[in-house]
């Protein structure tokens, strides 16, 4: 079975992943995406409430919400993050987005060290449009901590788990970038086809930004450094993603 999936009710493909999201999305044949950023992130329930209007304004169906972007107030534990999934997903499936546990809506939910929101919120959304004149392909990357994919607690996936020296920063970085990289193989795209890369770490990135970063091509739209946290305990660095036809602030 294919991972990269057709969802032509919202314009766009995604690698299948985990209930609670994908792991990336791109635009079919006819789209573009675009993401919208919030002036300041607004709880859950307000902000799918303002994605409905900002879809209504715009005169597009809610199927075409293809990726979003959190804040959460701390990491969770294993099993307040599975609950807390499960509460996120009940609206995507009023809206016939998630269906029979596949999710094409790609995520990133991290916790930012100082000044959190009190409740999860959303900083930022993406969705499709019919094309105007861009001849370049969109997709958007889901945030991926150093976490393999697969069954057991995070502790047991986590890369060098519960270390933060230099050389376990790097080996959990490096294996982030390998696993971003081989999403954007999966659809089509490379690290040229980027307009920005958001990097999620309270740790120094500095060391890591010339040979594991820069060196790979990863920023050629600079770099945006969250300091933040990844949203689950153990997840010392994640990393996500873009490429869009426009931005906006709603």
């Not at 930004?209 to 820069?214: F, H, P, Q, S, V």
Request: hydrophobic share 40%; proline share 8%.
């Amino acid at each position: 079975m294919s991972q990269v999936l057709a969802f032509p009710n919202g314009g766009y493909r995604f690698i299948k992943g985990p209930f609670q999201f994908s792991s990336g999305v791109a635009a079919e044949p006819g789209f573009e995406i675009e993401r919208a950023r919030f002036a300041r992130p607004i709880p859950l329930a307000e902000g799918f409430r303002a994605i409905e209007a900002h879809f209504e304004a715009i005169g597009r169906p809610l199927t075409g919400f293809c990726a979003c972007e959190l804040r959460s107030p701390a990491p969770f534990t294993d099993s307040g993050f599975t609950d807390f999934n499960r509460h996120y997903v009940g609206t995507l499936e009023t809206w016939g987005v998630y269906r029979s546990g596949v999710n094409p809506v790609a995520r990133s939910n991290v916790c930012p060290e100082i000044g959190p929101p009190a409740t999860p919120s959303f900083y930022a959304f993406s969705y499709t449009v019919p094309i105007r004149a861009g001849q370049r392909p969109t997709f958007v990357i889901a945030g991926s901590g150093e976490a393999r994919e697969g069954q057991g607690s995070y502790r047991d996936r986590i890369v060098r788990y519960g270390e933060t020296s230099s050389d376990a920063l790097r080996e959990k970085a490096r294996w982030v970038h390998d696993e971003i990289e081989r999403r954007l193989g999966l659809l089509g795209v490379g690290w040229q086809d980027a307009t920005a890369t958001q990097v999620y770490t309270v740790h120094d990135l500095h060391p890591l930004l010339a040979d594991e970063i820069a060196a790979r091509g990863a920023m050629p739209a600079g770099l945006t450094w969250h300091y933040a946290r990844p949203p689950v305990i153990g997840l010392e660095y994640e990393l996500d993603v873009r490429g869009v036809a426009r931005e906006v602030v709603v």
